[in-house]
């Protein structure tokens, strides 16, 4: 099994910045892509940053400019930098994780629980 466990959100006024974590454990060989993606209530869950395992970057359009993505490849971590908050980025933060596990070498795609970020005066 392969978990994911995120930290780093909360609530912060408009503006404010927040970093999120995400720690990918369990049976690797090694971790492909992490991403982060976002479900705000009564929406569709939504990309919001990947990062793979060449550096290769991808964003939303809604926050280039205002979020980071990066990874400590050798510890499976994955950082979301956000700058500039703003109320419509409130949602739930899920982090996602492709790669392969061992000792099969079969592939993984799992989940973070998520984490609840506000932005709110």
């Known amino acids: 099994q392969v978990q994911l466990v995120e930290s780093g959100g909360g609530l912060v006024q408009p503006g404010g910045s927040l970093r999120l974590s995400c720690t990918a454990s369990g049976s690797i060989v090694r971790v492909d892509t992490m991403a982060w993606y976002r479900q705000a209530p009564g929406k569709q869950r939504e990309l919001v940053a990947r990062?793979?395992?060449?550096?290769?970057?991808t964003y939303a359009d809604t926050v280039k400019g205002r979020f980071t993505i990066s990874r400590d490849s050798p510890e499976n971590t994955a950082y979301l930098q956000m700058n500039s908050l703003k109320p419509e980025d409130t949602a739930v933060y899920y982090c996602?994780?492709?790669?392969?596990?061992?000792?099969?070498?079969?592939?993984?795609?799992?989940w973070g629980q998520g984490t609840q970020v506000t932005v709110s005066s």
């Open positions: 990062v793979t395992s060449d550096g290769s970057l």
């Open positions: 996602n994780a492709l790669g392969r596990r061992a000792p099969t070498y079969s592939r993984f795609d799992s």
